[in-house]
C-alpha cells in the first residue's frame, strides 16, 4: 500500500479553463513529483518539488504550476487548459528527490 | 541526458512461458534503474530497482532484472507468466543521488494468452 491518494478521480474540463489536482502524500514524504501520461505513452516529467521548492522541472510550459504544502499535500494547477492537456495526471511521493517514488492512482482529466 | 528506450510495445506469451522485457538506457552517470507495472486505470507500482549494488535483482511477483553495463541494459524476466501479469509495463532511469527526476520508456504491454 502505498499511501499516496489523488482527487479528483476523474474530472472534465473544457479548453480555456483552469484546473487544479491534489494529491496527499505519504507522511514524512517531503518530495513529490508530477507526471503527465497521454493515452498509450509512458508518464512524462511535469516538476518535482522539495521541502515546498520547486527543484526540478521537465519540458512543460509555464501554464503547469504547483504548490506544495507542509503537511504532505500538493496542487497542481494548469491554466488555459489545450486539448493536449487531457492525459492521466500521476503524483509520486518519495522521502527525499533520490529515493524509489510511490505513486498515486492518478487523476483522469479529459479536455473537451 | 538520460533516456530510455524499451523494445517492443506488445508482447505476448502464453501462460507458463517466459517473460522478457526489453529495456535500454542511456545515462551519463552511474543509473539508477526501476521497472515499474501499471494495470488498467491504476497508477504505478515499483516491480523492483537497481541502485548499484547486485546486478541481479529480484523484484515482487517473481520478476527479476539484470543489470548489464556493457550492453546499458536492464531487461526484466520472468520464469513462468501467469494471466495476472497481463498489464503495462514500464522502465525508467534516474540519476539518483542528487537527481530529481525519473525518466520512463514508453511502456510495453504484456498480454498473456491462455
Known amino acids: 500500500e502505498t499511501g499516496v491518494t489523488q482527487s479528483p478521480t476523474h474530472l472534465i474540463k473544457t479548453r480555456g479553463q483552469q484546473v487544479t489536482l491534489r494529491c496527499s502524500s505519504q507522511?514524512?514524504?517531503?518530495?513529490v513529483s508530477w507526471y503527465q501520461q497521454a493515452l498509450g505513452q509512458g508518464p512524462q516529467f511535469i516538476f518535482q518539488?522539495?521541502?515546498?521548492?520547486?527543484?526540478g522541472r521537465g519540458n512543460f510550459p509555464p501554464r503547469f504550476s504547483g504548490l506544495q504544502f507542509p503537511n504532505y499535500s500538493s496542487e497542481l494547477n494548469v491554466n488555459a487548459l489545450e486539448l493536449d492537456d487531457s492525459a492521466l495526471y500521476l503524483c509520486?511521493?518519495?522521502?527525499?528527490?533520490?529515493?524509489?517514488?510511490?505513486f498515486g492512482p492518478g487523476t483522469r482529466l479529459t479536455v473537451l | 541526458a538520460q533516456s530510455v528506450t524499451q523494445l517492443g510495445s506488445h508482447v505476448s506469451v502464453s501462460e507458463g512461458a517466459l517473460v522478457l522485457l526489453r529495456c535500454n538506457y542511456s545515462?551519463?552517470?552511474?543509473?539508477?534503474l526501476f521497472w515499474y507495472v501499471q494495470y488498467p486505470n491504476q497508477g504505478l507500482q515499483l516491480l523492483l530497482k537497481?541502485?548499484?549494488?547486485?546486478?541481479l535483482v529480484k523484484g515482487i511477483n517473481g520478476f527479476e532484472a539484470e543489470f548489464k553495463k556493457s550492453e546499458t541494459s536492464f531487461h526484466l524476466t520472468k520464469p513462468s507468466a501467469h494471466m495476472s501479469d497481463a498489464a503495462e509495463y514500464f522502465c525508467a532511469v534516474s540519476d539518483g543521488a542528487g537527481g530529481f527526476k525519473t525518466i520512463f520508456g514508453a511502456g510495453t504491454r504484456l498480454f498473456v494468452k491462455a
Open positions: 545515462s551519463s552517470v552511474p543509473p539508477y
Open positions: 507522511s514524512g514524504h517531503n518530495t
Open positions: 509520486a511521493s518519495s522521502p527525499t528527490p533520490d529515493r524509489e517514488k510511490f
Open positions: 518539488y522539495y521541502r515546498e521548492e520547486e527543484n
Open positions: 537497481y541502485t548499484s549494488a547486485a546486478t
